[in-house]
Nanobody, 123 residues
Framework: QVQVVEAGGGAAQAGGSLRLSCVASGRTLSTDGMGWFRQAPGQEREFVAAIGWSGRNAYYADFVQGRFTISRDNAKSTVYLQMNSLKPEDTAVYYC????????????????WGQGTQVTVSS
């Protein structure tokens, strides 16, 4: 059974950068779409970004366009989320997930989730 584990969260100043990674184990995810979601305290989990199995197609929520970049290295079974120009409102737990519905922004399309990594952005 596949598992995904996120890493790279932490604290950052507004305007700073963080790079999240998501490593899969158990089987290759090279044929799965991958996505990042986030959940702030008291808020619903929301879509951040998704990437197709080949890495050629990427999809973003409007609020991260131009600031975040999703990428993947199938040889390393790893997906990345480069986050630049961070804002305090980006503070949340960030989750990595795998899906057979490549490019989906719907959390119910994702069947494998990590435990999440905390990102805290201070002003």
């Amino acid at each position: 059974q596949v598992q995904v584990v996120e890493a790279g969260g932490g604290a950052a100043q507004a305007g700073g950068s963080l790079r999240l990674s998501c490593v899969a184990s158990g089987r290759t995810l090279s044929t799965d779409g991958m996505g990042w979601f986030r959940q702030a305290p008291g808020q619903e989990r929301e879509f951040v970004a998704a990437i197709g199995w080949s890495g050629r197609n990427a999809y973003y929520a409007d609020f991260v366009q131009g600031r975040f970049t999703i990428s993947r290295d199938n040889a390393k079974s790893t997906v990345y989320l480069q986050m630049n120009s961070l804002k305090p409102e980006d503070t949340a737990v960030y989750y990595c997930a795998a899906t057979h519905h490549s490019g989906s922004s719907a959390s119910w399309d994702y069947n494998t989730w990590g435990q999440g990594t905390q990102v805290t952005v201070s002003s």
